[in-house]
Nanobody, 121 residues
């Protein structure tokens, strides 16, 4: 199996920063894309940022210029540096990884447990 452990959420004020981390472990042969999603109360889960195994990134328009996604392939870890946070960034943030497991040779989606980010005005 594959486990994802997230960390780094919390309560901050407008304009402050947070860094989220998500470490994957288990029977991993290869991790393809990794990403962060968020879900605010009453809203659908939305993509925040994603990064391919080669380092190509993609961001939601609402976070471009403020958030940076990165990954450490040696540690199977993805990060989300969030700067200039706004109240509208308040949500539960989930990491997502597309993993090819050992001996299965099929890519599957795995999700973290979610971490709360709250930005006060």
């Amino acid at each position: 199996q594959v486990q994802l452990v997230e960390s780094g959420g919390g309560l901050v004020q407008t304009g402050e920063s947070l860094r989220l981390s998500c470490a994957a472990s288990g029977s991993i042969l290869r991790i393809n894309a990794m990403g962060w999603y968020r879900q605010a109360p009453g809203n659908q889960r939305e993509l925040v940022a994603a990064i391919t195994s080669g380092g190509t990134t993609n961001y939601a328009d609402s976070v471009k210029g403020r958030f940076t996604i990165s990954r450490d392939n040696a540690k199977n870890t993805v990060y989300l540096q969030m700067n200039s946070l706004k109240p509208e960034d308040t949500a539960v943030y989930y990491c997502n990884t597309k993993v090819v497991r050992v001996a299965l040779w099929v890519e599957s989606d795995y999700w973290g447990q979610g971490t709360q980010v709250t930005v006060s005005s």
